[in-house]
């Protein structure tokens, strides 16, 4: 029972699609129709920096609340903190208010592993950062980061003696990557929009993007 209740609520928190909302409501837009037609920070960015900001934090902090409720809730359950965190991902990617057509998870897989693994956090931001910095992909930053952090988690024994919490962690990490398939592609084919400091994304860049979806 302990089981289906983390799991449900979990999912119903990390669902609440905040960027999707953020630009409904002050920009009377939907996300889904500009630029990678997808909810995350990102893509709510390419509308409103401030706004991408405020989505990226909000959609940490619904995976990190899943995990620390879940931690309150049931104490010393170190698994069902876990199975949180992976079931407050699914909800990002899945929600079940747009459709079950969500957005990739890593900012909220962020927010939920900061609890559970929070050296391997830091040091996965500091790989991410990296990224941007050599390659000025924020998709291969996500991408190289989260495929990385289980070995990490691994190397660093940040699992808390707990394997079934690392099988776990591999797995959201695993659905994560595979949800990026399109920026796999466009960057294999060269075609990957870059980021840009101050100006985001070219006209040209977004319209190449909305060629290959």
């Known amino acids: 029972m302990s089981f289906f209740l983390t799991a449900a609520f979990s999912y119903l928190l ?12 002050f920009r009377g837009q939907d996300v889904r129709q500009t630029g990678s037609g997808n909810i995350g920070a990102t893509n709510v960015a390419r509308s409103s ?3 991408g900001l405020l989505t990226l934090l909000l959609d940490a902090m619904k995976g990190l609340a899943a995990v620390a409720l879940t931690g309150a809730i049931f104490p010393g359950r170190n698994v069902l ?4 965190a992976l079931f407050a991902i699914l909800g990002h990617m899945f929600p079940v208010w747009l459709k079950f057509c969500g957005g990739k998870g890593v900012a909220t897989a962020l927010g939920s592993f900061a609890i559970l693994a929070p050296k391997s956090v830091l040091v996965m ?4 950062v990296a990224v941007i910095l050599m390659f000025r992909h924020v998709s291969l930053g996500s991408i190289v980061a989260v495929a990385f952090f289980p070995l990490l988690v691994w ?20 659905l994560i990557v595979a949800r990026h398939h399109q920026n796999i592609r466009r960057l294999l084919a060269g075609l990957e929009p870059r980021f840009h400091w101050r100006r985001g994304l070219s006209a040209g860049e977004e319209s190449g993007v909305k060629r290959k979806q």
Do not use: E, K, N
């Open 155 to 174: 190397l660093l024994r940040d699992y808390g003696d707990t394997p079934q919490i690392l099988v776990l962690m591999a797995v959201a990490s695993a």
């Open 14 to 25: 990390g669902s609440i699609p905040f960027g999707f909302l953020l630009v409904r409501i």
């Open 49 to 51: 920096p401030v706004l």
């Open 125 to 128: 931001v500091g790989v991410f």
């Open 81 to 84: 903190a876990g199975v949180a």
